[in-house]
């Protein structure tokens, strides 16, 4: 069964910036698309940011475009998330995703079939 393994979080004052990374742990895995998810305490989990690895095109949420780029490399099975100008609302556990299934729609959960156990990450006001 192959895992997803999230490194990088922790606690940052606002203004600060983090650099999450995600790697699959099986060279043999292949997916159409990677992201990032979050959750905050009594909140539902959002979409945050994708990468679609036969366009190398992204997409992002609203609330962290021009802060949050997220990146990685296909033939190695990572994806990073550079957060930058964090905010004290950016709080979450952060989880990375896989979807080994094609569809046209990487922002929704539903398509993706792999996860990673998340990463907490604080930034303090």
């Known amino acids: 069964q192959v895992q997803l393994v999230e490194s990088g979080g922790g606690l940052v004052q606002a203004g600060g910036s983090l650099r999450l990374s995600c790697t699959a742990s099986?060279?043999?895995?292949?997916?159409?698309?990677m992201g990032w998810f979050r959750q905050a305490p009594g909140k539902e989990r959002e979409f945050v940011a994708a990468i679609r690895w036969s366009s190398s095109s992204t997409n992002y949420a609203d609330s962290v475009k021009g802060r949050f780029t997220i990146s990685g490399d296909n033939a190695k099975n990572t994806v990073y998330l550079q957060m930058n100008s964090l905010k004290p609302e950016d709080t979450a556990v952060y989880s990375c995703?896989?979807?080994?299934?094609?569809?046209?729609?990487?922002?929704?959960?539903?398509?993706?079939?792999?996860w990673g156990q998340g990463t907490q990450v604080t930034v303090s006001s």
């Open positions: 099986e060279h043999t895995f292949s997916s159409y698309f």
């Open positions: 995703a896989a979807g080994s299934r094609w569809s046209a729609n990487s922002r929704s959960s539903a398509n993706y079939n792999y």
